[in-house]
Nanobody, 125 residues
Framework: QVQLVESGGGLAQAGGSLRLSCAAS????????MGWFRQAPGKEREFVAV????????YYADSVKGRFTISRDNAKNTVYLQMNKLKPEDTAVYYC??????????????????WGQGTQVTVSS
């Protein structure tokens, strides 16, 4: 049984920072790419970032490029999302997901086969 558990969400002011974590269990973590998505109220779930199996390759949505950083620690079976220079429009529930393959090519939610329960991020202006 694959489990993904996010943590680190909360309330931040515009311009501030938060760091999300996602702890994985139930499959060989280091064999799969990992991604972060977010969903704001009334909007569809959208891609944020993806990292390949080793951490050497990453890809970001234009809306977060230069502000967010995805990383992973395969020894701890954990993927992170460092969010800096937060904006009110970053407010959403953030989800981590485990990809169907090792490379960082998944920008569509359908490419991921396991999802966490989500963690709320709220950015005040």
């Amino acid at each position: 049984q694959v489990q993904l558990v996010e943590s680190g969400g909360g309330l931040a002011q515009a311009g501030g920072s938060l760091r999300l974590s996602c702890a994985a269990s139930g499959r060989t973590f280091s064999s799969y790419a990992m991604g972060w998505f977010r969903q704001a109220p009334g909007k569809e779930r959208e891609f944020v970032a993806v990292i390949n199996w080793s951490g050497a390759s990453t890809y970001y949505a234009d809306s977060v490029k230069g502000r967010f950083t995805i990383s992973r620690d395969n020894a701890k079976n954990t993927v992170y999302l460092q969010m800096n220079k937060l904006k009110p429009e970053d407010t959403a529930v953030y989800y981590c997901a485990s990809g169907r393959g090792a490379q960082a090519r998944g920008v569509s939610a359908s490419w991921y086969d396991y999802w966490g329960q989500g963690t709320q991020v709220t950015v005040s202006s």
